[in-house]
């Protein structure tokens, strides 16, 4: 097969090929921007300014230009700034792309002004909710004010830039401006170069994060004689780590943070946009009198500085005040959306490899892993199981009976994952091609005639144009069970290459010239291609089944709002130790950017792993919100099974492992999906107050309730650990045993063993298995076990759990149970746990049992135990009590998950 051919000559080169891809001084708009710091000295135009009742409006106006700005007060602490262009008297020679598809609503909802005021040096408005906004006219520049501090300013160093596009050229144009090279590639601009960018400086605050992707660290870095963070997606052939080069997708969202507040910043483009970003102090901008205050000196209050750089499109800009992080996540969550409660199965441990071979093969894997007892929810086929890469279809060979094999895998509960790209082989034969040439769905070529061809898996294809919204619905409808040939309802879909990729494009992608529905040129939508395609899809997998089954989506590129219709993960990593401790802060940062069903590929898909790397890296990955392993075809086999025996005994336990807490992570999913935050959590968004643990990269949060260190060292059986938060108690999950924090500490961790911690004031749900489960769907009338972690004065706890069919849709239309749990001092004798409903929509009533409640820092003596069912007599209930650990275990407590109990201890 051909392919073979061009896989061996790429990878012959060992790590990413930099040379392929352009650097800031490569890219002639960036190197303009960054390098140019005269003033642009914009101003408000005398009389132009005025209010509407939510909203500011104004004529911008330098030497060469005239721009029209926009700012909006939204809902919740929001407010939004638009530059355009402004279209006086001339029509404008084009309008600017809006990724409005990235928003939860086209149309965020808009709070009322209080009260405003024009001036003649600057004019402002004060928001119901108590934010001010200042734009001062001369030159232009806007201060937010979150209830009465400053917290960000736009322009402050007068470096607004906006090209406007153009209709023929002038010789004062500069360079790039018409047409730029890159390796054999000529990128032309029949309409002239149209970027845009702008300073925003955050003021108080000495840390941000975001702006994935990257392989980079948590906390930002400065780009000072460096390159800037670059957003442009791009299929990167084994990435580097510790590098802002792009990789597969883009989010231009940055959150900062200080122990009294919290501001994020969403710039909505996606074209092609570098940012910079330095630490400085307010006394060295020109903001600093007007953040100094009594207690504090302008030298003493930080100041983060930021450039936002992008090729094209709107000065679109939001801001979210907070101010506390859990606000930060639902102001930011509101406006790009959340995930929806995800089927069960996909937070269950998924086996990937390029490839499962045949049938046979499937048949073989799943059968060494029952024969193992290793629990697995889906396994996955990647691009040879289709007929030469035309996706949609089989290798008859290989696959002649697919369906039947979907069946059979489907038996204990398991799915099957399928993997369809957005590339399509050029060949008449092939309905897919067809249909969209026909149809006129594919990527066109400058001049909007001639169909692109590109190099991918299938060698010639062409690309499906997701950004028109009758080929996505075109696509939708591929789905369909009656057309996808041998898929059930059990089969879900993997979205890769979708950057897009083209083997031999300029930087493995398309040529920004070509054209999209609407003449839009591929610049104006580049780190949209992706999302577009795995949204299609999302809808396909939901209309196959009339709305009835919740889908499951995976995707390699991906925007601000992906996380509505798909899962990401961290693409083509390498089996290497470093790659492993990368993969924390980069899940960290898609989780802080919004998108929280992330993971990594366990394993490293490149270069062969060793057995201790691998279940390591299985440990990391059963506390992150997407467990999958995979391997690169050049790989030897690694399934679980295959490894040495105590080996395979850890890397079984960790999968185990994830199945017993899954009960909570299933219940901080759908909280999620009311209150916007992610999954896995960086240590201030709980624990704000203490700032050692900010730029945390090697340990993350569960929840609110766990906290996770993986061993992340060759030979390491002994980890650090740091206990974040201000007088915090930690339990060690595993032994009860009680930690202060803030502090470090060392704990023993074998290979079989993964450093978790619960935090004291917290309740979690465990499932108790008393066998073998071969997938979720195994486990649902499992036990659930309740471990109260009690806080540091031992006297209040709580938590709560999330319970559906794990699969429909039906929990919309209340088939649900949220319930919590509180243990709490009543008086010196006398300690409850209760349990309640929280949303009483909820009318789902499980079979499911409490069994056992253990208890960690327990200060008192208890005497008896009593439980109060449905009918309030007490019955006595059996406990052991340890003294010097301090615990309690409650035995055969034999309450269900979804009624009202009450337990008594007494003192
Ligand atoms: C006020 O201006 C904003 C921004 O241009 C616009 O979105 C909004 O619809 C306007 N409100 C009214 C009542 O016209
Ligand atoms: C297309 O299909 C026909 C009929 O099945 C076959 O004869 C022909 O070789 C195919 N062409 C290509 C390019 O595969
Ligand atoms: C749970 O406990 C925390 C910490 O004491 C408290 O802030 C929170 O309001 C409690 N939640 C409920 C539902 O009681």
């Given at each position: 097969?051909?392919?073979?051919l061009?896989?061996?000559?790429?990878?012959?080169?060992?790590?990413?090929?930099?040379?392929?891809f352009?650097?800031?001084?490569?890219?002639?708009f960036?190197?303009?921007?960054?390098?140019?710091?005269?003033?642009?000295?914009?101003?408000?135009?005398?009389?132009?300014?005025?209010?509407?009742?939510?909203?500011?409006?104004?004529?911008?106006?330098?030497?060469?230009?005239?721009?029209?700005?926009?700012?909006?007060?939204?809902?919740?602490?929001?407010?939004?700034?638009?530059?355009?262009?402004?279209?006086?008297?001339?029509?404008?020679?084009?309008?600017?792309?809006?990724?409005?598809?990235?928003?939860?609503?086209?149309?965020?909802?808009?709070?009322k002004?209080?009260?405003?005021?024009?001036?003649?040096?600057?004019s402002?408005?004060?928001?119901?909710?108590g934010?001010?906004?200042?734009?001062?006219?001369?030159p232009?520049?806007?201060?937010?004010?979150?209830?009465?501090?400053?917290?960000?300013?736009?322009?402050?160093?007068?470096?607004?830039?906006?090209?406007?596009?153009?209709?023929?050229?002038?010789?004062?144009?500069?360079?790039?401006?018409?047409?730029?090279?890159?390796?054999?590639?000529?990128?032309?601009?029949?309409?002239?170069?149209?970027?845009?960018?702008?300073?925003?400086?955050?003021?108080?605050?000495?840390?941000?994060?975001?702006?994935?992707?990257?392989?980079?660290?948590?906390?930002?870095?400065?780009t000072?004689?460096?390159?800037?963070?670059r957003?442009?997606?791009?299929?990167?052939?084994?990435?580097?780590?510790?590098?802002?080069?792009?990789?597969?997708?883009?989010?231009?969202?940055?959150?900062?943070?200080?122990?009294?507040?919290t501001?994020?910043?969403?710039?909505?483009?996606?074209?092609?946009?570098?940012?910079?970003?330095?630490?400085?102090r307010?006394?060295?901008?020109?903001?600093?009198?007007?953040?100094?205050?009594?207690?504090?000196?302008?030298?003493?209050?930080?100041?983060?500085?930021?450039?936002f750089?992008?090729?094209?499109?709107?000065?679109?800009?939001?801001?979210?005040?907070?101010?506390?992080?859990?606000?930060?996540?639902?102001?930011?969550?509101k406006?790009?959306?959340v995930?929806p409660?995800?089927?069960?199965?996909?937070?269950?441990?998924?086996?990937?490899?390029?490839?499962?071979?045949?049938?046979?093969?499937?048949?073989?894997?799943?059968a060494?892993?029952?024969?193992?007892?290793?629990?697995?929810?889906?396994?996955?086929?990647?691009?040879?199981?289709?007929?030469?890469?035309?996706?949609?279809?089989w290798?008859?060979?290989?696959?002649?009976?697919?369906?039947q094999?979907?069946?059979?895998?489907?038996?204990?509960?398991?799915?099957?994952?399928?993997?369809?790209?957005?590339?399509?082989?050029?060949?008449?034969?092939?309905?897919?091609?067809?249909?969209?040439?026909?149809k006129?769905?594919?990527?066109?070529e400058?001049?909007?005639?001639?169909?692109f061809?590109?190099?991918?898996?299938?060698?010639d294809?062409?690309y499906?144009d997701?950004?028109?919204?009758?080929?996505?619905?075109?696509?939708?409808?591929?789905?369909?069970?009656?057309?996808?040939?041998?898929?059930?309802?059990?089969?879900?879909?993997?979205?890769?290459?979708?950057?897009?990729?083209?083997?031999?494009?300029?930087?493995?992608?398309?040529?920004?010239?070509?054209?999209?529905?609407?003449?839009?040129?591929?610049?104006e939508?580049?780190?949209?291609?992706?999302?577009?395609?795995?949204e299609?899809?999302?809808?396909?997998?939901?209309?196959?089944?009339?709305?009835?089954?919740?889908?499951?989506?995976?995707?390699?590129?991906?925007?601000?709002?992906s996380?509505?219709?798909?899962?990401?993960?961290?693409?083509?990593?390498?089996?290497?130790?470093?790659?492993?401790?990368?993969?924390?802060?980069?899940?960290?940062?898609?989780?802080?950017?919004?998108?929280?069903?992330?993971?990594a590929?366990?394993?490293?898909?490149?270069?062969?792993?060793?057995?201790?790397?691998?279940?390591?890296?299985?440990?990391?990955?059963?506390?992150?919100?997407?467990?999958?392993?995979?391997?690169?075809?050049?790989t030897?086999?690694?399934?679980?099974?295959?490894?040495?025996?105590?080996?395979?005994?850890?890397?079984?336990?960790?999968?185990?492992?994830?199945?017993?807490?899954?009960?909570?992570?299933?219940?901080?999913?759908?909280?999620?999906?009311?209150?916007?935050?992610?999954?896995?959590?960086?240590?201030?968004?709980e624990l704000?107050?203490?700032?050692?643990?900010?730029?945390?990269?090697?340990?993350?949060?569960?929840?609110?309730?766990?906290?996770?260190?993986?061993?992340?060292?060759?030979?390491?059986?002994?980890?650090?650990?740091?206990?974040?938060?201000?007088?915090?108690?930690?339990?060690?999950?595993?032994?009860?045993?009680?930690?202060p924090?803030?502090?470090?500490?060392q704990?023993?961790?074998?290979?079989?063993?993964?450093?978790?911690?619960?935090?004291?004031?917290?309740i979690?749900?465990?499932?108790?298995?008393?066998?073998?489960?071969?997938?979720?769907?195994?486990?649902?009338?499992?036990?659930?076990?309740?471990?109260?972690?009690l806080?540091?004065?031992?006297?209040?706890?709580?938590?709560?759990?999330?319970?559906?069919?794990?699969?429909?849709?039906?929990?919309?239309?209340?088939?649900?149970?949220?319930?919590?749990?509180?243990?709490?001092?009543?008086?010196?004798?006398?300690?409850?746990?209760?349990s309640?409903?929280?949303?009483?929509?909820?009318?789902?009533?499980?079979?499911?049992?409490?069994?056992?409640?253990?208890?960690?820092?327990?200060?008192?003596?208890?005497?008896?135990?009593?439980?109060?069912?449905?009918?309030?007599?007490?019955?006595?209930?059996?406990?052991?009590?340890?003294?010097?650990?301090?615990?309690?275990?409650i035995?055969?407590?034999?309450a269900?998950l979804?009624k009202?109990?009450?337990?008594?201890?007494?003192?």
């Open positions: 097969m051909k392919w073979f061009l896989l061996g000559a790429v990878l012959a080169v060992s790590a990413v090929d930099r040379a392929k352009r650097r800031c001084i490569d890219t002639a960036c190197r303009r921007h960054r390098e140019d710091k005269s003033l642009t000295d914009y101003k408000i135009v005398s009389n132009s300014l005025k209010f509407n009742d939510t909203a500011l409006h104004a004529i911008l106006k330098n030497k060469e230009n005239s721009l029209v700005l926009d700012i909006v007060a939204l809902k919740d602490s929001t407010i939004r700034l638009v530059i355009d262009e402004f279209e006086g008297k001339e029509a404008r020679v084009r309008t600017r792309w809006q990724p409005l598809d990235a928003l939860a609503k086209a149309e965020p909802e808009q709070q002004i209080k009260k405003s005021e024009v001036g003649k040096e600057e402002w408005f004060e928001t119901e909710d934010h001010k906004v200042v734009v001062q006219h001369k232009f520049r806007v201060d937010l004010y979150a209830k009465g501090t400053l917290v960000t300013t736009i322009n402050s160093r007068n470096w607004l830039r906006f090209e406007h596009f153009r209709k023929g050229k002038k010789t004062k144009d500069g360079d790039g401006f018409w047409e730029e090279k890159w390796g054999d590639h000529k990128d032309m601009k029949p309409h002239g170069s149209s970027s845009v960018s702008v300073d925003i400086a955050l003021l108080g605050f000495k840390m941000a994060y975001g702006l994935p992707e990257h392989s980079e660290t948590y906390a930002l870095r400065s000072n004689n460096y390159e800037p963070y957003l442009y997606n791009l299929d990167v052939f084994e990435y580097e780590i510790n590098n802002p080069m792009a990789l597969y997708g883009s989010v231009p969202y940055l959150a900062a943070t200080n122990p009294r507040r501001l994020g910043v969403l710039w909505l483009n996606p074209s092609e946009t570098w940012v910079d970003y330095d630490i400085s307010a006394d060295l901008g020109v903001v600093g009198k007007l953040v100094e205050t009594e207690d504090e000196r302008a030298d003493r209050i930080p100041q983060i500085n930021t450039r750089i992008s090729e094209t499109g709107l000065i679109d800009v939001f801001f979210f005040l907070g101010p506390k992080p859990h606000d930060l996540f639902r102001q930011y969550s406006l790009t959306g995930t409660v995800p089927p069960q199965f996909s937070l269950g441990y998924h086996q990937c490899r390029w490839n499962y071979k045949d049938e046979k093969d499937v048949r073989e894997v799943i060494k892993f029952d024969e193992n007892e290793i629990p697995m929810d889906v396994i996955w086929l990647d691009i040879e199981h289709t007929d030469e890469k035309r996706y949609f279809t290798d008859k060979e290989k696959f002649p009976e697919p369906k094999m979907v069946e059979d895998v489907a038996k204990k509960g398991r799915k099957m994952v399928l993997i369809v790209d957005p590339h399509i082989k050029k060949d008449k034969n092939y309905t897919i091609y067809k249909e969209a040439r026909k006129g769905f594919l990527v066109k400058l001049g909007g005639k001639k169909t061809v590109g190099n991918c898996w299938p060698q294809s062409v499906i997701f950004t028109n919204p009758e080929a996505r619905k075109w696509w939708s409808e591929k789905f369909a069970l009656d057309k996808y040939e041998g898929t059930t309802e059990d089969v879900h879909i993997w979205n890769d290459m979708n950057e897009p990729s083209v083997f031999n494009g300029p930087e493995i992608t398309m040529p920004k010239d070509l054209v999209h529905y609407d003449d839009r040129e591929h610049r939508v580049h780190n949209m291609y992706g999302f577009y395609q795995h299609a899809t999302h809808n396909g997998l939901i209309q196959r089944s009339e709305r009835k089954l919740r889908p499951f989506v995976l995707t390699r590129a991906f925007f601000a709002g996380q509505r219709t798909a899962a990401v993960w961290t693409g083509d990593n390498a089996a290497t130790w470093e790659h492993l401790k990368a993969s924390i802060p980069m899940l960290l940062t898609l989780s802080t950017a919004g998108i929280p069903f992330v993971g590929d366990v394993g490293g898909f490149f270069k062969d792993t060793d057995p201790e790397l691998l279940v390591r890296w299985a440990q990391a990955g059963a506390f992150q919100p997407f467990f999958r392993a995979h391997a690169h075809t050049d030897k086999r690694r399934e679980p099974y295959l490894l040495d025996e105590n080996f395979r005994a850890a890397y079984k336990k960790a999968i185990e492992t994830r199945y017993k807490f899954l009960p909570y992570i299933y219940t901080i999913f759908y909280e999620h999906s009311k209150n916007g935050k992610p999954v896995m959590r960086p240590h201030w968004l704000v107050e203490d700032e050692v643990g900010y730029d945390e990269d090697r340990q993350w949060l569960v929840g609110n309730a766990i906290l996770v260190k993986p061993t992340l060292e060759a030979g390491e059986t002994r980890t650090s650990v740091y206990l974040p938060g201000k007088r915090e108690i930690w339990y060690e999950f595993d032994t009860g045993k009680a930690r924090s803030p502090g470090a500490m704990i023993e961790t074998p290979i079989d063993k993964i450093a978790v911690f619960q935090r004291g004031g917290t979690i749900p465990i499932r108790e298995m008393d066998g073998p489960r071969a997938s979720l769907a195994e486990t649902k009338a499992d036990p659930v076990s309740l471990y109260i972690g806080n540091n004065r031992g006297d209040s706890a709580n938590g709560t759990i999330y319970l559906d069919d794990g699969e429909t849709f039906a929990y919309e239309k209340g088939e649900f149970a949220f319930w919590g749990f509180t243990f709490k001092k009543e008086h010196d004798y006398l300690f409850t746990i209760t309640k409903n929280l949303d009483k929509k909820g009318k789902l009533e499980s079979e499911i049992l409490i069994d056992k409640i253990y208890l960690r820092g327990v200060k008192f003596y208890p005497q008896t135990a009593h439980i109060y069912l449905d009918d309030f007599v007490p019955e006595d209930l059996p406990f052991e009590h340890d003294r010097d650990s301090q615990q309690i275990v035995s055969n407590v034999g269900y979804t009202e109990w009450k337990i008594d201890l007494h003192g």
